[in-house]
């Protein structure tokens, strides 16, 4: 990965590049190198890395969902049945032990992302939607790779209690999205968390 890394930025960049550069390419590089690490961990304990980019499609009540998955694991289990992962790359600045679930609901068990659903509508928890008709009857759990700031808690994370019941509540959210956008309704609900735009636009957040 580091020598790809090199030829990725000779290729952008060029051979001679300014400071604020090079040192963007290191701090890559460091990232990369725990990125390593965890992945050999993670094929020493059986999982292998099954498909990358998995374009999907699908339609549920009436509307086509469409994305790509980032990653799926695989893992031969000698008792059942192979079992699958479904991954999604995500850097972050903090992280926590239940940061998979804190991303997706609120306290209240509210969606608020659904990244991990439906890859890129509602992603994470309906990225399980496509994965279920790509391996059908087959154990499938869906997490992030993560890669933050503090190298030292780069790592897999699955959601852990992600369930059936989950999948279809992000799969009625996803729909009510699809709705709102077909309606043309992009107001959000109460004031986003940044709208002092109107220098930049030249009309107020109201108009």
């Not at 799926?72 to 998979?100: C, F, G, H, Q």
């Not at 509508?121 to 496509?130: D, K, T, Y």
Request: proline residues 6%.
């Amino acid at each position: 990965m580091s020598e790809r890394l090199d030829a990725l930025s000779k290729a952008t960049f060029g051979r001679f590049q300014r400071m604020q550069i090079r040192m963007q390419i290191e701090n890559l590089r460091n990232r990369l190198g725990s990125v390593a690490r965890v992945q050999a961990q993670r094929r020493a304990e059986g999982w292998k890395i099954s498909e990358t980019e998995v374009p999907f499609e699908f339609s549920e009540g009436g509307r086509r969902f469409a994305g790509r998955i980032d990653r799926i694991d695989a893992r031969e289990n000698p008792e059942n049945s192979p079992e699958y992962a479904v991954l999604d790359y995500k850097t972050a600045d903090k992280v926590s032990p239940d940061y998979v679930e804190r991303e997706h609901l609120t306290s209240k068990g509210e969606w608020k992302n659904l990244q991990l659903t439906l890859p890129k509508i509602v992603q994470l928890p309906l990225c399980g939607r496509p994965a279920a008709d790509i391996y059908p009857g087959r154990k499938i759990s869906c997490g992030y790779f993560l890669v933050p700031k503090d190298l030292s808690q780069t790592g897999v994370q699955m959601w852990d209690n992600f369930s059936g019941e989950l999948l279809d509540s992000a799969m009625e959210k996803a729909l009510e999205i699809a709705g709102e956008i077909s309606a043309e309704n992009f107001f959000p609900e109460g004031n986003p968390p940044f709208y002092e735009f109107s220098d930049v636009f030249g009309f107020t957040y109201s108009e």
